[in-house]
């Protein structure tokens, strides 16, 4: 026997079928109201399925992150960003040939057209690095018209080789146009995300060469923000395409979602928090302000986790790496220790307020000298591989249809209009 919903309003009833953990929204319309046939209200889309996916899984509750079926923690800890991309679009892990031909074939296609810099170039120096890699990113349909077959298998899966394999070069022209240096182009001789750190620092250096601490840091902070399941700017992504849209257009779409400070710009929150905190004797005093509502603990709680965000746990250790290389962020100190005290307070306990991917990740991006406005950036590269695999799964799907929800009028009815001489 099958789980029903039992459902009535005045003389409708109906028992509609539980399939999934859920029910079919469009079922609820056999239901009448005074209003009209039944309908769902879920602002923010809290408790709404939009699609179904086979991309990440999220166990908010256990505090658990897959990607794939793989364990985020097995994947942070062995695997690379390209390796975690394949896996995000193919399906499955690549075999050592699989993965070297992937390498190959995504780190020949990092060069853009000059057009692109030029773009990036045409902004003041001082404009959001942001800005400049949305404007860059959706700018790519025209470079390759191709983008819009969307049911040729060949130029699907050409494109988003080229929107992975650019998306480092457009993100390091738009911070080097920032701070007023050169261009750096893409050097074949590195790996993806060695090649990304010599794009963004090379000085005078023939070849720049990250530490590698620096690097395996990166690379895991790359895995840890490759994806997490229908998120705000991955549902953006996901609307747009389902318009018929590109892989590119669909990508600028997912970046100006994340270019909100409530989306991409948590972990900028968290350093201010810890330089207004300022030494770990003012700890106690801030933890006070919290309880009292006059001031906000940042990088704790999660809308999908209530429990220790399984990436927060990976990064911690890099960022302990990273200052073996660069030397201790004092706010560092006051990090461990606010953990420390937050983790074992009952309030904090009690409302399941744990550390966030955010709290340490900002750490490490300060420790490279990186200025805040370039954080939501370093959270874009990775997570156009997320993007892309949910472009991809969106754009083959038989149930997908063009994303349009319901709204609930609240605003006037039958009204005449009057004449403006009378008004």
């Known amino acids: 026997m099958s789980d029903t919903l039992s459902i009535s309003a005045g003389a409708d009833s109906a028992e509609l079928p539980i399939t999934e953990g859920s029910i079919r929204a469009t079922d609820l319309r056999a239901i009448q109201t005074p209003e009209g046939p039944l309908a769902s209200f879920d602002p923010g889309f809290v408790n709404t399925a939009s699609c179904h996916s086979s991309i990440t ?6 505090g658990i992150l897959e990607y794939r079926g ?10 690379t960003h390209l390796e975690v991309a394949y896996l995000l679009l193919k399906g499955e892990l690549p075999t050592a040939d699989q993965l070297a031909e992937w390498d190959k074939l995504v780190n020949t296609h990092r ?13 003041r120096h001082d404009a959001h690095p942001m800005a400049k890699m949305m404007a860059a990113v959706a700018s790519m349909q025209t470079f390759y018209p191709s983008s819009r077959r969307l049911d040729d298998p060949g130029a699907r899966d050409m494109n988003i080789v080229r929107l992975i394999a650019k998306i480092p070069t457009m993100a390091a022209w738009s911070y080097r146009h920032s701070i007023g240096r050169h261009f750096v182009y893409p050097n074949d001789e590195l790996g993806y995300v060695d090649n990304f750190l010599a794009m963004l620092f090379q000085s005078q250096q023939r070849v720049y060469r990250a530490d590698p601490r620096v690097s395996r840091a990166m690379e895991v902070l790359f895995i840890l923000h490759a994806d997490h399941e229908q998120n705000c700017s991955t549902n953006a992504v996901r609307s747009v395409a389902s318009a018929g849209n590109d892989v590119y257009t669909s990508a600028g779409a997912g970046i100006g979602a994340l270019f909100g400070p409530l989306h991409g710009g948590a ?5 201010k ?3 207004e905190i300022g030494s770990k004797d003012r700890i106690p005093e801030f933890i006070d302000g919290v309880k009292s509502g006059k001031a906000r603990l940042m990088g704790f709680g ?5 429990n220790y965000d399984p990436r927060a746990k990976v990064i911690k250790k890099s960022t302990e790496e990273v200052f073996e290389v660069t030397g201790v962020n004092p706010l560092l100190e006051i990090a461990v220790e606010l953990e420390k005290i937050a983790l074992n307070d009952e309030y904090f306990v009690r409302r399941r307020l744990y550390p966030n991917v955010d709290f340490y990740s900002g750490l490490i991006y300060e420790a490279l000298r990186f200025p805040p406005e370039m954080f939501t950036v370093l959270f874009a590269v990775p997570r156009t591989a997320g993007w892309c695999a949910q472009w991809l799964e969106g754009v083959t799907d038989p ?6 929800p319901k709204q609930l009028y609240t605003g006037h009815r039958d009204r005449s209009y009057v004449p403006l001489g009378q008004r």
Do not use: S, T
């Not at 899984?57 to 256990?62: E, F, K, T």
């Not at 923690?73 to 062995?78: D, I, S």
């Not at 972990?267 to 350093?271: F, K, S």
């Open 70 to 79: 793989y364990p985020i923690e097995q994947l942070a800890e062995n695997a």
């Open 273 to 275: 928090m810890l330089r």
């Open 302 to 306: 999660h809308r999908v986790y209530k």
């Open 111 to 123: 060069f853009v057209h000059e057009n692109v810099g030029r773009f990036i170039q045409a902004y």
């Open 399 to 404: 149930e997908q249809k063009i994303m349009r």
């Open 57 to 62: 899984y999220i166990d908010g509750d256990a």
């Open 267 to 271: 972990n900028e929150a968290v350093l």
